[in-house]
């Protein structure tokens, strides 16, 4: 895998491959030898290099398909207590955004499984999954994901047409205990996922749909920025009980 350093200031962030030599706006930038921490300074700037994170990371990936936004993963996390070690499975891959997220979350005692039928979206997957480093935690099938063969799950999601299909076999395929969540645009989704979840037992946490938007200050007033991120999708939360 490629390192990355982070170079940031006050104004200004860049996200550069380590050991090479840029010419930037601000004037050549040698990263040949550079540790974290160390400052580097330009004709017309100072930055101070830091480890990137994997959101940082990210914004190098490439989107082909639709992406589960961080509003939305980070609400996976929030209601599910998704933790280091957990076994998740996800589908379909899309961007691999999704796997990404709850790949850097699971560390290298867990394990997450991403499936995605569609060769051009896997293969980008493949690649920004490899970008942020998460090749041993991350394994991504280029394979349908109703054929799944991993068991003994805490965590699936689906990002899939027709989820509520796959509700019997992912509650089958789940720990005790373990949580399916079910990702789609459409509340009619998640009205079947709801139905197939309450015939299969499984206890039905929530539906939610979470919403952002940002705020500016200037000069003295401060009000929302005129666009952000509304809508983008529903997620039902349901847990293997019986």
């Given at each position: 895998?490629?390192?990355?350093?982070?170079?940031?200031?006050?104004?200004?962030?860049?996200?550069l491959?380590?050991?090479?030599?840029?010419?930037?706006e601000?004037?050549k930038i040698?990263?040949?030898s550079?540790?974290?921490?160390?400052i580097?300074?330009t004709k017309?700037?100072?930055f101070?290099a830091v480890?990137?994170s994997i959101?940082?990371?990210?914004k190098?990936?490439?989107?082909g398909?639709?992406?589960?936004m961080?509003k939305?993963?980070c609400?996976?996390?929030a209601?599910?207590?998704?933790?280091?070690?957990w076994r998740?499975?996800?589908?379909?891959?899309?961007?691999?955004?999704?796997?990404?997220f709850?790949g850097?979350?699971?560390g290298?005692?867990?394990?997450?499984?991403?499936?995605?039928k569609?060769?051009?979206?896997?293969?980008?997957?493949k690649?920004?999954?490899?970008?942020c480093?998460?090749e041993?935690?991350v394994k991504i099938?280029?394979?349908?994901?109703a054929k799944?063969r991993?068991?003994?799950?805490d965590?699936?999601?689906?990002d899939?047409?027709d989820?509520?299909?796959?509700?019997?076999?992912a509650?089958r395929?789940?720990?005790?205990?373990?949580?399916?969540?079910i990702y789609?645009?459409?509340?009619?989704?998640?009205i079947k996922?709801?139905e197939e979840?309450?015939?299969?037992?499984m206890h039905?946490?929530c539906?939610?749909?979470?919403?952002?938007r940002k705020?500016?200050?200037?000069?003295?007033y401060?009000h929302p920025e005129p666009?952000?991120?509304?809508?983008t999708?529903?997620?039902?939360f349901?847990?293997?009980?019986l």
């Open positions: 895998m490629q390192e990355y350093i982070l170079l940031l200031n006050s104004r200004n962030s860049l996200l491959k380590k050991g090479r030599v840029y010419n930037t601000f004037g040698d990263l040949r550079v540790d974290y921490g160390s580097i300074e017309k700037a100072k101070v480890k990137p959101i940082d990371l990210m190098k990936c490439k989107r398909a639709q992406i589960v961080p939305d993963a609400q996976i996390v209601i599910t207590g998704l933790s280091y070690g998740c499975l996800d589908a379909g891959s899309g961007s691999g955004f999704l796997a990404i709850l850097n979350i699971v290298k005692k867990g394990k997450v499984y991403t499936y995605e569609r060769k051009d979206f896997y293969e980008l997957a690649r920004n999954i490899e970008i480093g998460m041993n935690i099938k280029n394979e349908d994901v799944f991993e068991r003994n799950l965590l699936i999601t689906f899939l047409k989820a509520h299909l796959l509700v019997e076999k509650k395929r789940l720990k005790p205990g373990g949580w399916l969540v789609s645009p459409h509340i009619e989704e998640q996922a709801i979840m309450r015939k299969n037992e039905v946490c539906t939610i749909e979470t919403m952002q705020w500016k200050s200037m000069y003295g401060t666009s952000g991120i509304l809508h999708g529903f997620m039902t349901g847990r293997k009980a």
